[in-house]
């Protein structure tokens, strides 16, 4: 089990997001999170977190790329605390070959391998996104929790990205906004609605009622 | 594939930026007189630090007097200040006005105590007239970017009546910003009013030199550290609501502005610093050797000595800065650490760096080191202070490293490297104007030129190497000025960092 939430309440200060909840997700499941935005899904997606941060690598909406930092840089910070200070302050003044040739077959995944050596600041919005997912890729966990990691990219890097982050991880779990792509990459869907959960099923699963639940809560 | 390509690209703007500051201030370094010359200095140092626990002063009557002066000085000439700089901003836009207002603000105050002691002799009108000179042109500067700011009216529907407009559009945004840029202004004047002792005013620093000279350390930290309480108390006592009753009480405290004496003035301007040999008539070869002799004696030193001074000074500071912060910063300490850093960067910006330089000459014995060490440890921790309330701000991912170097070095440092460096660039034309000062003090930059100029009476070469002064602190805010437009950090501070400028 990667995650087992009974009668849960999460509060963000003294706003309850979520009461009464429950949710389990097994290892190995790939779960997307549907619902508008203020329907809980990233008050949910950093609890999980904070109960598995050893295990999981996080996404926030926000991303939290490193601006004044080249790409190479942004991805390496995911392996700062496996290495010592002085690979971490070597790499980066002087980037070492291995890390760039290993950091290059990432970007090469989600067609970014041009801007190995750009700064944040001169990425577009989807460039920026697909970077802080290369640095979730390189960070090497088992368990993804990504909150709209791919809100600002076209159709086909969307569909092309979920596939990668569906594969890379072993247990997935992403906030989205568009119902087709989930039920297209994940296994399983669930829908949120005001921090109540009101679709919860495996994709095979999904009846054409549920469908219509679905839309009407990414509406 | 663009791996081979070296590291080259990973250069940026910021960095190569970095790299010349680095290299010209450890050339600086290398060649600046670093030496102590006092023989029993450990003693000296001990003894004066150990003395603050004895507290006490011969005649508090006259601590009292002292600072009174100080404050009421500081009071009118902030008054006078703020409404020649309000006026002198509309006509900001005038590129005479401009360029004027440049070259007076480039004169430190001191020196301005040094030109009027020459006219009216020591007295408070010297003094008021030191500050308000620099003060209305800094204000006048800040006031009309302030004006411009805050000015969303569109320009299509001013109508004719210019000054209506003004009032109504322009000044129910800006004023706010005004008064406290005012009033944090006066903090600082404050700080220049207690220097002017210096020169021989009856203000703080007067008190304090004839302190330390006479080897009464425990007088010196009495009037240290009740200046410290008066600065770190300001905005209880001196705010909106006050400030014009407390101008109104110090013009009648300070009482008498006499020694006003137009002769003198006109004899200043219109024969004491015209070049002797024009004056006196004696030819173009007199002339041009009089200059000559000064160019190579004084102005190449001193010009040459200043420079590397403000630079070594600028690469300290900068050092300073970037080891100081973490300890104000909530991304790196819990609150008791940040407190007592806090209270130690408080007290070091609230020293002039004159009084620091002062104090560290008295016990090092002159060379660059006491000016070097001054200017890093008061701009050092301005820059400082200011980086850990940037750091503040900044909202860090969860999932970062725990460790604290790296959080230091990869998350939080490249986020504020660009202010940090435009913070430099704000503070490098300021440390130029100390570092000029600080000459009086007995290092041979600008100022120490200056100085035995005006004992040996010679107005006329204390005023040509006053320009040279001016032109210096000028070319340097230009070069700041482009510097900061190549590393695209002009964003306006006028209204957050106002200890910027």
Not at chain 1, 56 to 62: D, H, K
Not at chain 1, 103 to 128: A, P
Request: charged share 20%; with cysteine.
């Amino acid at each position: 089990m990667a995650f087992n939430l009974q009668e849960e309440t999460i509060s963000y200060g003294d706003f309850k997001v979520l009461s009464d909840f429950n949710l389990s997700i097994k290892k190995g499941e790939k779960v997307a999170l549907l619902g508008k935005s203020g329907s809980g899904k990233s008050t949910l997606l950093k609890h999980l977190y904070d109960l598995q941060k050893e295990n999981s690598t996080y996404i926030p909406q926000e991303l939290g790329l490193v601006n004044n930092l080249s790409v190479f840089h942004n991805v390496y910070i995911s392996k700062l605390d496996e290495n010592s200070l002085f690979t971490n302050l070597r790499n980066l003044i002087l980037p070492s070959k291995q890390y760039k040739t290993e950091i290059l077959k990432v970007l090469k995944e989600v067609e970014l391998e041009d801007k190995l050596q750009s700064t944040i600041i001169n990425l577009s919005g989807g460039q920026k996104q697909r970077c802080a997912i290369s640095r979730a890729i390189f960070d090497r966990k088992s368990i993804l929790l990504a909150d709209e990691p791919i809100s600002a990219l076209d159709e086909y890097l969307s569909d092309k990205i979920l596939k990668l982050l569906t594969h890379k991880f072993e247990t997935s779990i992403c906030a989205l906004h568009n119902v087709d792509l989930a039920i297209k990459n994940f296994d399983r869907v669930i829908g949120l609605k005001n921090g109540k959960v009101l679709v919860d099923k495996a994709c095979v699963d999904l009846t054409d009622d549920d469908r219509q639940k679905l839309y009407y809560v990414c509406d | 594939m663009t791996t081979d390509k070296s590291c080259i690209m990973f250069v940026t703007k910021n960095l190569r930026v970095s790299f010349v500051i680095f290299i010209v201030g450890l050339i600086s370094f290398l060649i600046a007189d670093l030496s102590i010359s006092t023989v029993d200095t450990t003693l000296l140092v001990q003894e004066f630090f150990f003395s603050i626990t004895k507290l006490s002063f011969s005649n508090y009557s006259i601590l009292f007097e002292a600072f009174l002066n100080t404050i009421s000085i500081a009071i009118i000439s902030i008054f006078i200040s703020s409404i020649i700089g309000f006026f002198l901003a509309l006509f900001f836009s005038n590129m005479l006005v401009r360029i004027s207002l440049s070259f007076t603000r480039a004169i430190h105050e001191l020196f301005w105590a040094l030109i009027f002691l020459q006219i009216f002799g020591l007295n408070t009108l010297t003094a008021i007239l030191a500050i308000i000179i620099p003060y209305s042109a800094i204000l006048a500067k800040v006031y009309a970017e302030i004006l411009e700011e805050h000015d969303t009216f569109p320009e299509v529907l001013r109508g004719k009546s210019k000054i209506s407009y003004f009032i109504f559009t322009k000044i129910p945004d800006a004023f706010p910003h005004l008064v406290s840029y005012t009033l944090y202004r006066f903090e600082c004047a404050l700080r220049s009013t207690a220097i002017l002792g210096f020169v021989g005013i009856t203000t703080l620093g007067y008190y304090l030199s004839s302190s330390f000279m006479q080897g009464y350390y425990h007088e010196v930290w009495m009037i240290l550290i009740l200046f410290y309480i008066v600065v770190a108390s300001v905005k209880w006592w001196f705010n909106k609501y006050t400030f014009i009753p407390l101008t109104i009480v110090s013009f009648f405290y300070l009482d008498d502005f006499s020694g006003f004496n137009w002769d003198n003035l006109v004899r200043f301007v219109t024969s004491d610093i015209v070049p002797h040999p024009i004056r006196n008539d004696l030819g173009l070869d007199k002339t041009i050797t009089w200059f000559d002799n000064i160019f190579s004696n004084e102005i190449v030193p001193g010009v040459f000595n200043t420079i590397i001074l403000t630079q070594l000074s600028l690469f300290l500071t900068a050092i300073l800065a970037l080891v100081l912060f973490p300890f104000v910063s909530d991304k790196f300490f819990t609150k008791p650490t940040r407190l007592t850093s806090h209270v130690f960067l408080v007290i070091l910006r609230s020293t002039p760096e004159y009084i620091l330089a002062y104090v560290f000459l008295q016990l090092f014995g002159p060379s660059m080191l006491p000016a070097a060490l001054a200017l890093m440890l008061h701009n050092g921790s301005i820059i400082g202070h200011l980086m850990g309330n940037e750091s503040n701000l900044l909202t860090l991912r969860e999932d970062i490293t725990k460790k604290r170097n790296e959080k230091y070095f990869y998350e939080v440092l490249p986020r504020v490297y660009n202010q940090f460096l435009a913070f430099l660039f704000y503070r490098w034309e300021i440390i130029m104007r100390e570092s000029a000062i600080l000459g009086i003090l007995g290092v041979a930059t600008l100022g120490f030129f200056i100085d035995s100029a005006i004992a040996d009476f010679r107005l006329d070469k204390m005023f040509l190497l006053l320009l040279v002064t001016a032109f210096l602190n000028i070319i340097v805010d230009l070069i700041s000025k482009k510097a900061r437009e190549y590393l695209r950090t002009n964003d306006s501070f006028s209204s957050c960092g106002c200890s910027l400028k």
